[in-house]
């Protein structure tokens, strides 16, 4: 593993080009709120398969 972490560190979201992060199986965009899939491992980062979702951050916790 790990492949995943250095995937984040040069792909940003499509639509905004925010970073991603990984939650799940899924990837979150940190501006934009968009929740992108992964197919096989793989990050769909298109904006019409992603969902908007809202995420309350807690940056007081680890
Ligand atoms: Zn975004």
Redesign the pocket.
């Known amino acids: 593993m790990g492949g995943l972490d250095e995937l984040l560190q040069v792909l940003?979201?499509?639509?905004?080009?925010?970073k991603?992060m990984h939650e799940g199986d899924s990837l979150i965009?940190?501006?934009?709120?968009?929740q992108y899939p992964f197919d096989e491992d793989i990050p769909i980062l298109l904006i019409d398969q992603a969902k908007q979702i809202k995420i309350e951050y807690d940056e007081s916790s680890s």
């Open positions: 940003v979201c499509p639509k905004c080009m925010g991603l965009c940190t501006v934009c709120k968009l």
